[in-house]
């Protein structure tokens, strides 16, 4: 298909962060997005699979609830057959061709209208799904469901931009380009429960860049994804761009991993999850086109390290919010603390009248600070873990939960003695964190300690007033957290200001929400044109 050649250089709004509402009481934004989950409470979703824009419905299908109430459906969705998903990767390969020969602008333009929407017509259908389907509370679902991913599409758009703009040396003698083509064949992107924003970006940062996606969203965040797949078509998105595949995980990646076209894998999950998929790539090394991409953010056992410098309060603050908001299921959330020995006490009492005042509950109650945990495997693993410490550690407050409604583990603060105790080392991923308190004098011995438990290094804290411990932490925590935090909480990374991502077990640190992740969806292809060729072969050394 031809169209009428545009010239002249576009460029992109300049982006900037989206605003976080309040949603204070009474105000209208409150009432709106209260009225919207009173009706999508009421609603029983059909999910289907999307492929090169058709609804697929399998009849084969399984259910999406409440974490707040599991007995509650919000949703049906079909499962993929193994023939869909070999469906899904022909319809990329057919939309491929189109799209790639999009005009990045004109691709950019889908994105940046779907942001818009989001912005204005969407924001209460995708916060609201977020905080039924993933127990987000409100202030959670905000920050994540429509502020992050309006940014990702925003600043996305223009970090392609500046990709787009860097070009090599030239002269009066040759003009040298850099085409910046999308990959070979297809991306796999899977993408988690915890962050709405994640999967949109996912499987849209590789289509800004012209590539085509097949979309294995997680089973316990349908109901946002599949809001989120609806908005992106709205936007503008052509069919087979990106074909959204729920159904088991096992079987889908089996099939696109072991696909001569895989081209790229996008992935947020676990650690061994994605050790696997890397093991299976490498197996198959000899089938593929061209070596596929491998981009993932995995596992974390993010810590909050503590100078006897410290201000209490912001350390007592730090520790709460950095382990408890959504309930623990950040991949940054703070889940382990090493704080000097004097200043314990004091931090203890602070976080203790903290979380006396916490309220836990549905998140269609405002007030509720926590809620629940995603699933019953989720609940039935801490459990574990609770139950554990109340023999081999020391529960200073929490310690509870409790099923029969909803899946609620109470917010627990476990004190030990023993810095290698499996607290302190395993991720939890849930609203617990472990504090050793260390002798005062044996600061630099806890910052290697720090540096040596975790086999992750996703994020961390310094807590400190003074300004040579800060750089000596910096400096032995150097490979210890892709991103690091002083004086603040280890969580809320915000696009275009501290893109995000760790090394280590934590994943390859390809940094979303930054240029750097760009780079990984596009082959560069380098052009050399001769303006006046060369008539004689010898050179003048021959003389």
């Known amino acids: 298909m031809?169209?009428?050649?545009?010239?002249?250089?576009?460029?992109?709004?300049?982006?900037?962060?989206?605003?976080?509402?309040?949603?204070?009481?009474?105000s209208p934004e409150t009432k709106n997005l209260k009225l919207r989950l009173d009706r999508m409470a009421t609603e029983q979703v059909e999910i289907p699979i999307v492929i090169g824009g058709r609804r697929i419905h399998t009849g084969n299908t399984g259910t999406v609830t409440m974490p707040c109430d599991h007995h509650h459906v919000l949703a049906t969705y079909h499962k993929a057959t193994p023939e869909l998903v070999h469906e899904a990767i022909a319809a990329s390969a057919a939309a491929s061709a189109e799209w790639s020969s999009w005009r990045w602008e004109d691709r950019a333009a889908v994105f940046l209208r779907a942001a818009?929407?989001?912005?204005?017509?969407?924001?209460?259908?995708?916060?609201?799904?977020?905080?039924?389907?993933?127990?987000?509370?409100?202030?959670?679902?905000?920050?994540?469901?429509?502020?992050?991913?309006?940014?990702?599409?925003?600043?996305?758009?223009?970090?392609?931009?500046?990709?787009?703009?860097?070009?090599?040396?030239?002269?009066?003698?040759?003009?040298n380009q850099l085409d910046y083509r999308p990959l070979e064949g297809f991306v796999y992107a899977v993408t988690p429960f915890n962050f709405t924003a994640i999967g949109g970006n996912l499987p849209g940062a590789p289509a800004l860049m012209g590539n085509v996606v097949i979309w294995k969203p997680s089973a316990t965040a349908l109901l946002s994804s599949w809001y989120t797949m609806q908005l992106l078509e709205e936007a503008g998105l052509p069919p087979g761009v990106i074909n959204f595949i729920p159904g088991d995980a096992a079987m889908i990646s089996d099939i696109a991993l072991a696909h001569r076209d895989l081209a790229g894998v996008h992935f947020t999950g676990s650690t061994g999850v994605f050790n696997s998929m890397w093991k299976t790539i490498g197996s198959n090394m000899g089938t593929y086109k061209s070596y596929p991409r491998i981009v993932g953010e995995t596992g974390g056992k993010d810590f909050i390290v503590v100078h006897p410098s410290a201000d209490p309060q912001?350390?007592?603050?730090?520790?709460?919010?950095?382990?408890?908001?959504?309930?623990?299921?950040?991949?940054?959330?703070?889940?382990?603390?090493?704080?000097?020995?004097?200043?314990?006490?004091?931090?203890?009492?602070?976080?203790?009248?903290?979380?006396?005042?916490?309220?836990?509950?549905?998140?269609?109650?405002?007030?509720?600070?926590?809620?629940?945990?995603?699933?019953?495997?989720?609940?039935?693993?801490?459990?574990?873990?609770?139950?554990?410490?109340?023999?081999?550690?020391?529960?200073?407050?929490?310690?509870?939960?409790?099923?029969?409604?909803?899946?609620?583990?109470?917010?627990?603060?476990?004190?030990?003695?023993?810095?290698?105790?499996?607290?302190?080392?395993?991720?939890l991923f849930g609203p617990v964190i472990t504090i050793h308190p260390y002798d005062d004098h044996a600061w630099r011995e806890t910052l290697t300690l720090v540096d040596t438990t975790s086999p992750y290094a996703l994020t961390g804290a310094i807590f400190s007033r003074d300004r040579g411990a800060v750089r000596e932490a910096m400096s032995v925590l150097?490979?210890?957290?892709?991103?690091?935090?002083?004086?603040?909480?280890?969580?809320?990374?915000?696009?275009?200001?501290?893109?995000?991502?760790?090394?280590?077990?934590?994943?390859?640190?390809?940094?979303?929400?930054?240029?750097?992740?760009?780079?990984?969806?596009?082959?560069?292809?380098?052009?050399?044109?001769?303006?006046s060729s060369p008539l004689d072969w010898k050179y003048p050394f021959l003389g």
């Open 2 to 26: 031809s169209f009428a050649a545009f010239d002249g250089t576009r460029r992109v709004p300049v982006a900037a962060n989206e605003p976080v509402r309040t949603y204070a009481p009474h």
């Open 116 to 175: 818009e929407l989001l912005t204005t017509t969407w924001r209460d259908t995708i916060n609201a799904a977020t905080m039924l389907g993933q127990a987000k509370t409100v202030h959670q679902a905000e920050i994540d469901a429509a502020c992050e991913l309006i940014d990702f599409w925003r600043f996305n758009a223009q970090f392609a931009q500046d990709l787009y703009a860097e070009q090599p040396l030239s002269d009066h003698t040759m003009w």
């Open 314 to 427: 912001a350390v007592a603050v730090g520790i709460v919010r950095g382990a408890f908001e959504y309930q623990g299921q950040k991949c940054s959330a703070a889940s382990r603390a090493y704080v000097p020995k004097s200043m314990w006490p004091d931090v203890k009492a602070r976080c203790v009248a903290m979380m006396a005042e916490m309220k836990q509950g549905d998140v269609r109650d405002f007030s509720n600070f926590v809620a629940a945990v995603i699933d019953q495997k989720a609940f039935n693993r801490l459990k574990g873990y609770l139950d554990d410490a109340k023999t081999s550690a020391t529960i200073v407050a929490g310690g509870g939960y409790d099923d029969s409604k909803g899946w609620f583990i109470e917010p627990t603060i476990v004190e030990t003695s023993d810095p290698k105790h499996r607290m302190l080392c395993e991720e």
């Open 478 to 531: 150097r490979q210890s957290a892709g991103n690091l935090y002083i004086n603040d909480k280890p969580t809320g990374a915000v696009v275009g200001q501290q893109p995000f991502g760790g090394a280590r077990g934590s994943g390859t640190n390809d940094k979303a929400g930054s240029k750097l992740n760009l780079m990984r969806w596009v082959s560069a292809r380098n052009i050399k044109e001769t303006f």
